[in-house]
Structures are given as structure tokens and as C-alpha cells.
């Protein structure tokens, strides 16, 4: 990689001495583009050893304090409410929601570069702030969009796995069977196998985490194209960012589609590392699974309909009412619709959440997206009207213990108002989000040595004997 940026440059540094006289100032322009303010791997770099030497000293010092007591109904259910993972890079709180590495959905929206000044945030640039705690500039953002792009490239026999699957198979089975394919050039596992020292195990992990991430855009576009369109690939436009990239390799060239696409991808990048797909993927890099290994499990578990799935799920049920009732339906038939859901045994798709209490920051941002875009389009208004039909019959429940919206609810009609209307592969957009955030957190899981996971089980015969001897004594 420092070869290719070296050749990156000099053909950068080629192509402006056509383009210009002044040879000082290139080579000074030269001198900024190697420099290490531009690189997120020197930046990284230069942050490990103080963040290795704080959790040393956590360790050291705070080892022994509780956390909290656990209980049976903790273990019984699903481990709510039981802190058990380090996870740097983001964190939820159940009343304000997600803070990436300290800074809210709107603070995010505020101060991270947008491809123009007030516009939404680069997905690159939340890659920075991540992985490095810091708010990037514009230049590293677009130094950083550039290396993603020149790690775009995708080994042909990725497109053949992918080919081996029906058409029909579901968007993600073909997605994680692309990611699969890709781990063959993972440089974690050849610098494991040629015996890499452990301090030094972020390094191919930065490597493969970066490159997956350029890569899956590439490969979640040639899923779609192959499914839904004419199976034409159209290649990556080097004049493009991350997330309008991303747009366009799907063939959605609306610079409003753009824009979408660098909200959607930024704030599904990250949610804390307890959910299923973060944790999965934490788990199975525990192992010392590669990136890519690690991040193909994430993606099983973000396809199941009570994580990532959802948001198909929520424009499939979306849909339903329209076939079922039509565009106008009045808030009674709405009401009645959602009691049907309910009592025919399912879930109503898009809302509550496992840790969140209050109405979720990334609906509330693509609420106001829709407002300022798409204020008139019917299944947007449909939606408006969900959120106040259905808390209240949740909460007439008793049992749920978040009524409100959450992402899944919002994004499928924005998707759909742009033309990205085929329900079935929204988790894929999801899952290229989630690389971000899982990305970054594993290559700190390397550089911090944290260690294999490991929880203990127990048998519901040794929780008896121990809960009646916790009572009698
Ligand atoms: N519709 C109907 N019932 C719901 C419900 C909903 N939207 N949300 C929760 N409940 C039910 C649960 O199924 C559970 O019922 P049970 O006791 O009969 O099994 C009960 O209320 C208590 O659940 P909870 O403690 O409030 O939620 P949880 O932490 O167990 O589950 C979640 C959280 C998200 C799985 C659940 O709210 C749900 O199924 N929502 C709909 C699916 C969805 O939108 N998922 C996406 C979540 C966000 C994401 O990961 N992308």
C-alpha cells in the first residue's frame, strides 16, 4: 500500500505538471499529499500506543469494580442490559441515541466535511472520526476517498461465486457469498500464516478492513445489477466520493440519490457494538478471524428480520397496505391494519428497539431529509402517519418496551422516491454501512490485543440448583 500511494502520487504529481508551469509549486503540493496529515494509517499510527497504555491502566486500576449485578432474567433474556463489551468507536444511549466517538446524528451532520459546504456528511470523513476520535478536514476526506477508490478493485472469480447462485437467492446470500469470495486476498491471514508478531496484527487487519470497505460497494452493485437490472456493470467514476460512488455503481445518478446515499451510509455505519451484527462480527474477529471472515458473519446475522432485514420488511409492509387498503388510507383503516399484523403473530416492522427508549436520531434525520426533498410523495406521508398510529397501540401492548420508530422505519420510501424501489435488497445497503463501524472497531479490537471472547453458559439444571442455593443460603 505505501508503494501504491507512492505511484498514486507521482502519477497525481504527472498528470499537474501537465497541467501546470509552476514546478515549486507541485512538488510543495507533493510534499502536502505524502505528508502524514493526509494519512489515516499514520494518523492511527501515531494514537495506538496511548490508547494500548489507558487500557492498561484501566486494567490495572479499575479492574476489580463492578459493573452492574447480573441477573437471571438478564441471561434468560438476550443479555439486556448487561455491559460486556469494550467498543470504541461508538456509543447509545437509550433517551438520545447513537454518539459517534462523542458526537450526535445532527452535531455530525454539522461538522463533518459534505461533498459541498452545508451538504450531508461524507461517509469517509465518519470513517476518520471513528477510527482516529477526530474530526477530519476536507482534505484528508478527500485523500482518504481517493485511497478508497483505488481499492475498489475486485477479483473476477468474486463475480463467478456470486454467478454460481441462483438469481433468485435473497440480495444477502449473494452479498455475504461476494465477501466470502473476497477473504481469499486477505492480508491478515497471509501475514498470520507467515508468522506476523501479534503487536503488529492492525496492520493487515487496517489493510483488510479498507479495502473491504471500498470494495463492497462494487460487489453489492454487481448483486443488484445482476438481479434487478440488465447485469451491466457500470465501473466507479473517479470524480465521485464514497457514497455517491455507491449510488452510481447502482445506476442512480440523481445528485438528490447522491446525497441519500452519504446520509444512509453514514448513519447505518455504527450502532455500539452490543447488536448483531457488531457483536457478531467483534466475536468472530476474537478468534483472530480476518476482517472479512468476521465481517461475512456481521452480515448473516444484520440479514435476520429483527435486525437489518427490517427495513425491507417495513417498505414490504408499507406496500401491503397500499395493495390492501390504497395510498389514502384514513388513520382508522391504518389502525386497524396494524392490530391485523399484531394479531396474526408478527412484529410491526420498524419499530422498538433493544436499547433505545425514545423515537430513533437516524429516523428523525431522514424525516427531515424527506421534508426538505420529498414532502408530497404518499408512502412519506404514509409513514408520517404510522408514527403517530402506531406507538400508541404498541404501548396498549404492555409489553413493549420502545413503541417508537426506529432507522428501518424511514429509509425504504426514500430509497423507493429515488427509484430504489426493490425492497429485497435494502439489507445490503445496510450491510455496506455496517463495514464502517465494524471495520473500525475491529482494527482497535487488534491494536488494543483484546482477547478471545468467551462468556460462560449455563444449563437451565445448574441455573435451578444455583438460584435455590443462592436462596437458601
Ligand atoms: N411489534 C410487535 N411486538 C413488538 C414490537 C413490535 N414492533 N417490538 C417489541 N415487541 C414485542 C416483542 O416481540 C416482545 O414480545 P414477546 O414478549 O411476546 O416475545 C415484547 O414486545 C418485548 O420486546 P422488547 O423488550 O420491547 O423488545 P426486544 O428488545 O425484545 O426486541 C426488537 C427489539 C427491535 C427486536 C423489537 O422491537 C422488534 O421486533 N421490532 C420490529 C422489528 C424491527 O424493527 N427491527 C429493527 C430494529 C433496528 C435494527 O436492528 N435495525
Not at 8 to 16: D, E, I, V
Not at 166 to 190: C, D, N, W, Y
Not at 220 to 244: E, Q
Not at 333 to 341: F, N, S
Amino acid at each position: 500500500m505505501v508503494l501504491f500511494r507512492s505511484v498514486t502520487a507521482l502519477s497525481k504529481l504527472r498528470s499537474r505538471l501537465g497541467q501546470q508551469s509552476n514546478l515549486r509549486d507541485s512538488v510543495r503540493w507533493l510534499q502536502t499529499q505524502t505528508s502524514t496529515d493526509l494519512d489515516l494509517r499514520s494518523q492511527l499510527k501515531e494514537l495506538i500506543p496511548e490508547k494500548q497504555e489507558r487500557l492498561k491502566k484501566i486494567k490495572a486500576e479499575y479492574g476489580k469494580v463492578q459493573l452492574g449485578n447480573i441477573t437471571v432474567d438478564m441471561v434468560l433474556g438476550g443479555m439486556r442490559g448487561m455491559t460486556g463489551l469494550l467498543w470504541e468507536t461508538s456509543l447509545l444511549d437509550p433517551d438520545e441515541g447513537i454518539r459517534f466517538r462523542g458526537l450526535s446524528i445532527p452535531e455530525c451532520q454539522k461538522v463533518l466535511p459534505g461533498a459541498k459546504p452545508g451538504g450531508e456528511p461524507l461517509p469517509e470523513g465518519l470513517l476518520w472520526l471513528l477510527l482516529t476520535g477526530k474530526v477530519p478536514s476536507k482534505e484528508q476526506v478527500d485523500a482518504l476517498s481517493e485511497e478508497l477508490r483505488s481499492r475498489a478493485i475486485v477479483p473476477d472469480y468474486v463475480y463467478k461465486a456470486i454467478d454460481a447462485l441462483p438469481i433468485t437467492a435473497h440480495p444477502m446470500t449473494q452479498f455475504t457469498t461476494g465477501v466470502m469470495a473476497l477473504q481469499v486476498r486477505s492480508e491478515f491471514q497471509k501475514a498470520y500464516d507467515e508468522g506476523i508478531h501479534k503487536s503488529k496484527y492492525w496492520e493487515p487487519t487496517f489493510e483488510d478492513s479498507l479495502s473491504l470497505i471500498a470494495q463492497l460497494p462494487v460487489v453489492a452493485s454487481y448483486v443488484y445489477r445482476r438481479i434487478f437490472k440488465d447485469g451491466k456493470v457500470i465501473p466507479v467514476d473517479d470524480s465521485l466520493d464514497y457514497g455517491a460512488n455507491f449510488s452510481h455503481l447502482l445506476g442512480f445518478d440523481d445528485p438528490k440519490m447522491h446525497e441519500l446515499m452519504r446520509l444512509y451510509v453514514t448513519i447505518h455505519s455504527d450502532h455500539e457494538g452490543g447488536n448483531v451484527s457488531a457483536h457478531t462480527g467483534h466475536l468472530v474477529a476474537s478468534a483472530l478471524s480476518d476482517p472479512y471472515l468476521s465481517f461475512a458473519a456481521a452480515l448473516n446475522g444484520l440479514a435476520g428480520p429483527l435486525h437489518g432485514l427490517a427495513n425491507q420488511e417495513v417498505l414490504l409492509w408499507i406496500k401491503s397496505v397500499v395493495d390492501e387498503v390504497g395510498e389514502n388510507v384514513t388513520t382508522e383503516q391504518l389502525k386497524d391494519y396494524v392490530w391485523k399484523t399484531l394479531n396474526s403473530g408478527k412484529v410491526v416492522p420498524g419499530f422498538g428497539h433493544g436499547v433505545l427508549r425514545k423515537t430513533d436520531p437516524r429516523y428523525s434525520c431522514q424525516r427531515e431529509f424527506a421534508l426538505k426533498h420529498l414532502p408530497d410523495d404518499p408512502l412519506f406521508q404514509l409513514v408520517s402517519k404510522l408514527y403517530e398510529v402506531v406507538p400508541p397501540i404498541l404501548t396498549e401492548l404492555g409489553k413493549v418496551k420502545n413503541p417508537w420508530p426506529n432507522v428501518d422505519a424511514h429509509s425504504g420510501v426514500l430509497l423507493n422516491h429515488f427509484g430504489l424501489t426493490e425492497a429485497r435488497f435494502f439489507t445490503v445497503l445496510f450491510g455496506v454501512s455496517r463495514s464502517i463501524g465494524i471495520g473500525s472497531q475491529l482494527i482497535w479490537d487488534r491494536a488494543l490485543g483484546l482477547p478471545l471472547e468467551r462468556p460462560k453458559s449455563v444449563t437451565m439444571e445448574s441455573l435451578e440448583n444455583y438460584c435455590k442455593k443462592a436462596a437458601s443460603s
